[in-house]
Every structure is written in C-alpha cells, then in structure tokens.
C-alpha cells in the first residue's frame, strides 16, 4: 500500500495557500497549515488539514513540527507580498521574506524532505521586456524581489550542497476568493472590490496604462500542488499565471462591471514600479500540459459572489514603516 504522503504548507491560512491546502487533501495528502495569521484567516483553511498558528521566523516550532511530523514535501507560500511597500521596509522583508525562508530550507535538508516547493515572483525579473521568460538574468527592483531571488539562489545551493529537490514558481498578480479584501498595499482587484463596497473612488497610480496579466487562483493551485510528486519538475523554475495582459484603467472597468458598481477613478500621483509585466508560459505547458487560463471577466465573476458575502474590510495601516522619505501620501493615512 502506498505511503500518504504528508505535507507542510506554510501561509496556509493566506491567499494563494489555503487554495493549495485545498488541492493537497483532494490529491490524497495529509496536511499541515502553518500560519501566523498576519494576513490570513483561520476560517479559510479546509477543515480536513490540521492547522499550526505560529511563524517561520519561530526556529524552535519549526523544527518541533518537522521533528514530529516528519514531512515529506514543503509548500512554501508564506510571504509579506508587498512589493511596492517593500522600498519602506527592508528589514521587515528580507526578516519575513528571507530569513523565514531560510529556517524552513535548513529543517527541509536535516529531515530529508523530498521535495521544496516554492513561490517566488514575477517581482524578480524587474523592468526586463516582457514576455518575461524564465531563462532571462533576473534583474529585481524592489527588496521584494531582491529577496524572492535570494531564496531560489539558496535552494539551487541547498540541492548542490545538500541534494534537497526543489520547484520554484513564479505566479504573477493572482486574484481570486480568500484575497484578503483590507490590505491596501496589495493585490489591486480585493482593492478595487473593497473601495467600490465601501463607497470610495477606486485609486490608481499614475495614468492607469500599467500593464498585467492577472491570474485567476483556481488555475494556479493544483500546478503547484502536484508538482512535489513531478520529477520532471525538480530543479525547474516556472512562471504561472495568465497569458492576456491588461492596463489597469481596464481592470478597474471590469471590477465594476462584476460587481454592478458604478465609481469614480482616482488617479494618484505614480509610484516608482514596474509599468509592463506579464510572463511567457511555455515551459510550465510542456512539463504540465495545457494550462487552464480563466478569462478575467470569468474569474471576477467568480469572485465577486465571496467578495460580496465576506463584505467591505477595513483598509488596515502597516504599522512598522522603516523610510519616510519617498512613501507614497495614500500609504501615510
């Protein structure tokens, strides 16, 4: 009889995580969700997974988790993703980004994990021309980035130093149900979806011709799930995510229309970021096979019914800016 395999997930209880949590039980694993509940929420997790609150950054539960579960893959979605926030708290990032990263690399190579899965970025890549494709040198802008790209760095060390297997993804502007709908420093359509059930104008910066392929989650999560028991896939990085770019000042007609809202546009002074940025996927086709690609208008339509029953959320400050000096004045409120 074959072994259950049993797997760790980290940010279970977030975004992109619980989705994950989801696809690992329906294939037949046993999970544990890790979660220090900074952007998560409890309620989001599938029942069916047993769930641990506590943060990578805590070395001591790590390694009394990995001690007493003995897990066989390790799902890595834990992150503050924040990438235009991330200029004004470098030591916030790489703590949370990196170091946490770190702690769960060591555990994996003392317990013989058989495979690392991790999320990184489109953030990596930088202003590189678009298709961004996964053989170009990646240039980041922000310590976001700069932080992602030091974690795939290091698993590509673990495994030549320690034999740890690892898949890297690179997900780009993922939407989709349990987006956390109050975090204004992130994930541009709960922001939009929140301003409209709040009644304010829906903000962008600049003049709203930045350009993205947003990626509906349900499209995302079940690559990422199997991929631990793909070997074709060990040592590979993939970019995943939608194929169709689209200016912001669309995304924002679009929400609306979803959500059967009227508001007002408001254009913010423009913030130092990325302005085309959207990736090339044909190797994740030829080791997955064909990709779904939910249509944005479809996966809004998907999520607006969540959005609308979990209800406006309050727009929370982050609390432990480190630079002043260049903060855009819609973050300082």
């Known amino acids: 009889m074959k072994e259950q395999p049993i797997s760790l997930v980290t940010g279970g209880a977030g975004f992109i995580g619980a989705h994950v949590v989801r696809a690992l039980l329906d294939q037949g694993h046993r999970v544990v969700a890790m979660d220090d509940l900074s952007g998560g929420f409890r309620d989001q997790v599938d029942t069916r997974a047993a769930f641990v609150e506590g ?9 009394r988790l990995f001690t007493e579960h003995r897990f066989t893959y390790v799902y890595h ?7 235009g926030l991330s200029h004004f708290i470098r030591c916030f990032n790489y703590e949370n980004n990196l170091i946490g990263s ?26 590189l021309k678009p298709p ?10 922000d310590p976001y980035g700069v932080a992602k790209l030091a974690v795939e760095m290091d698993l590509y060390a673990a495994h030549h130093m320690f034999g740890l297997n690892y898949v890297i993804f ?21 922001i939009f979806m929140n301003q409209l059930m709040h009644g304010q104008p829906l903000t962008v910066f600049g003049d709203g011709t930045q350009q993205r392929a947003f990626t509906y989650v349900g499209d995302i999560a079940p690559i990422i799930a ?14 995943v995510g939608a194929d169709t770019p689209y200016t912001v000042n669309e995304l924002a007609t679009l929400v609306m229309e979803a959500m059967g809202m009227k508001g007002e546009l408001r254009h913010l002074e423009a913030r130092n970021e990325v302005v085309f940025a959207f990736s090339d996927h044909s190797k994740a086709r030829r080791i997955f096979g064909d990709l779904q690609e939910t249509t944005l208008e479809e996966g809004l339509q998907r999520m607006v019914p969540w959005a609308k029953a979990t209800g406006a959320r309050e727009s929370s400050k982050f609390s432990h800016i480190e630079i002043e000096q260049g903060l855009p004045p819609s973050w300082r409120s």
């Open 55 to 63: 943060s990578i950054n805590d070395q001591d539960l790590v390694e």
């Open 170 to 190: 690179r997900p780009h502007n993922v939407y989709g149900e349990y987006q956390n709908l109050g975090d204004r420093y992130r994930n541009v359509v709960g």
């Open 132 to 141: 961004m494709r996964e053989d170009m040198r990646p240039m980041p802008e």
């Open 102 to 127: 770190i702690n769960l690399i060591n555990a994996s190579v003392r317990h013989k994990v058989k495979c690392f899965v991790f999320t990184s970025s489109i953030a990596v890549y930088g202003a």
């Open 77 to 83: 979605l834990a992150a503050y993703a924040a990438e």
């Open 226 to 239: 199997r991929s631990a028991t793909m070997p074709e896939a060990y040592g590979e990085v993939f970019n």
